[in-house]
T-cell receptor, first 109, second 114 residues
C-alpha cells in the first residue's frame, strides 16, 4: 500500500484564512520534509522536520513520529501561498525518499 | 553556495531522438536523485546514487533511461530513444549521506517529445 498519504488533495481558501495540511505515513522513517511548488516551478524546501514543531513566519510544521503523522499549518493565508505542498519521508534504513501526492492550495483574493 | 544546477531548462525532441539531461549537485553532497514529475503520476524516482554508486535504478525506467554519475559533481540522465510519453519535468536533487537526508532540488528540465 501507499506509504505516504496527504490530505486534503486540494483546498481553496479566502485570503486571511488558515490552512492545515496533513501527511500520514505507514512506515518507520528518519525524517519528514515539507516542500512547496509553484506551478511550473521547482520544489522549495519549507521544513526539514524529523520530529517536533518548527516555525517559519506564518508556517508551522509538527511531526509526531509515534502517531505517524506530520502537519503543515499556514496562518493568515495570502494569494502568494497558492501552489502545491508536498510532504516527503526519508526512510531510515536507505535514505530513500518517498513523496506524498501533494495538496493543491488556491488562495483567493 | 551554489544549489543544484540542471541543464537544459527546456528541451524539445522528436520521437526517437536521444536526449541527455545534466545535473550538478550541491558541492559536498554524496546522494543524488533523479525524479520525473507529471501531473498524473506525480514524482517518480528514476535513479538514486550514493557516493557515485547506483543504489536504485527506478525499475520500470530501466529500459530507455540511463543515469550516470561520472564524478561526484556531475550526473547525466540519458533517454534513448525518446517517446511522447516521456514528456515531463525531470528533477535532480541532492543530499548529504547519512541521517540528514534533507533534499535540495534543482529547477528541473522540462522535456517535450513530439
Amino acid at each position: 500500500g501507499q506509504q505516504v498519504q496527504q490530505s486534503p488533495a486540494s483546498l481553496v481558501l479566502q485570503e486571511g484564512e488558515n490552512a492545515e495540511l496533513q501527511c500520514n505515513f505507514s512506515t518507520s522513517l528518519n525524517s519528514m520534509q515539507w516542500f512547496y511548488q509553484r506551478p511550473g516551478g521547482s520544489l522549495v524546501s519549507l521544513f526539514y522536520n524529523p520530529s517536533g514543531t518548527k516555525h517559519s513566519g506564518r508556517l508551522t510544521s509538527t511531526t509526531v513520529i509515534k502517531e505517524r503523522r506530520s502537519s503543515l499549518h499556514i496562518s493568515s493565508s495570502q494569494t502568494t501561498d497558492s501552489g502545491t505542498y508536498l510532504c516527503a519521508l526519508v526512510l531510515s534504513n536507505t535514505n530513500k525518499v518517498v513523496f506524498g501526492t501533494g495538496t493543491r492550495l488556491q488562495v483567493l483574493p | 553556495d551554489a544549489g543544484v544546477t540542471q541543464t537544459p531548462r527546456h528541451e524539445v525532441a522528436e520521437k526517437g531522438q536521444t536526449i541527455i539531461l545534466k545535473c550538478e549537485p550541491v558541492s559536498g553532497h554524496n546522494d543524488l536523485f533523479w525524479y520525473r514529475q507529471t501531473k498524473i503520476q506525480g514524482l517518480e524516482l528514476l535513479s538514486y546514487f550514493r557516493s557515485k554508486s547506483l543504489m536504485e535504478d527506478g525499475g520500470a525506467f530501466k529500459d530507455r533511461f540511463k543515469a550516470e554519475m561520472l564524478n561526484s559533481s556531475f550526473s547525466t540522465l540519458k533517454i534513448q530513444p525518446t517517446e511522447p510519453k516521456d514528456s515531463a519535468v525531470y528533477l535532480c536533487a541532492s543530499s548529504l549521506t547519512g541521517n540528514t537526508g534533507q533534499l535540495y532540488f534543482g529547477e528541473g528540465s522540462k522535456l517535450t517529445v513530439l
